[in-house]
């Protein structure tokens, strides 16, 4: 299956203006030059967390995808969901989930994945390291997006190709995300792979 991901048209782009100036939201940050891209979603706390992302990335001309197990795309609405940006994944298949993923990487001419390493909106002790596995096996950077509630800015920043050494790898992404709080900082989660304790 090919899997492309397009820039945001001129109608999502002021749908997201009208949206922000509603909630009175700012953006900060611009895509990299890269067409293919895992952008992670920190921190994520709160139902609010989506629209207010998908708002900020049709802002910033990104037309995202997201993860969903293939469960969730029966034929009467297998292509609505993948217009809107749904890859399906078989949870059972051998090549397990990043091996997945990697393959939609290496087919698609770009692809914007969005993914919350956390997991859930409530406070866990270590984030999924999946988007991580990813990124290391697709060749492929990592863009920190964040929803800063404190200031009420969204956007992107951090944005590198992930050298496999993960404690320093993530030591860099801690460092983008400290200060930056979400809707409900007290049930943020701790930002740390649980490979990194296993080392």
């Known amino acids: 299956m090919e899997v492309k991901s397009e820039r945001a048209g001129n109608l999502r782009y002021w749908i997201s203006r ?17 067409p293919k891209v895992i952008v992670i979603a920190a921190p994520h706390t709160s139902n ?5 992302m998908l708002a900020v990335g049709w802002n910033l001309r990104m037309s995202v995808s997201w993860l969903g197990k293939r469960e969730m795309f029966p034929a009467p609405v297998r292509a609505f969901f993948m ?23 290496e087919k698609a001419d770009g692809l914007y994945l969005v993914v919350p390493p956390s997991g859930t909106r409530g406070k866990r002790e270590y984030w999924k390291s999946g988007f991580y596995h990813i990124a290391v096996g697709a060749k492929v950077p990592l863009l920190c997006s964040f ?17 496999g050494n993960m404690t320093e ?3 860099r992404i801690r460092e983008f995300y400290d ?11 701790r930002i740390r792979l649980k490979e990194e304790d296993e080392q």
Request: glycine content about 14%; overall charge negative; proline content about 8%.
């Open 18 to 34: 009208l949206y922000l100036w509603f909630f009175g939201w700012k953006v900060e940050g611009a895509l990299p030059p890269s």
């Open 147 to 163: 929803l800063d509630y404190s200031r009420k800015v969204g956007g992107v920043g951090l944005c590198f190709v992930p050298t």
């Open 83 to 105: 217009r809107l940006g749904g890859i399906p994944i078989d949870r059972s298949s051998t090549s397990g989930v990043v091996g997945q993923v990697v393959e939609n990487f």
């Open 179 to 189: 200060g930056i709080d979400g809707k409900y900082p007290e049930l943020q989660s």
């Open 169 to 171: 790898d993530m030591d």
């Open 48 to 52: 609010w967390d989506m629209p207010h």
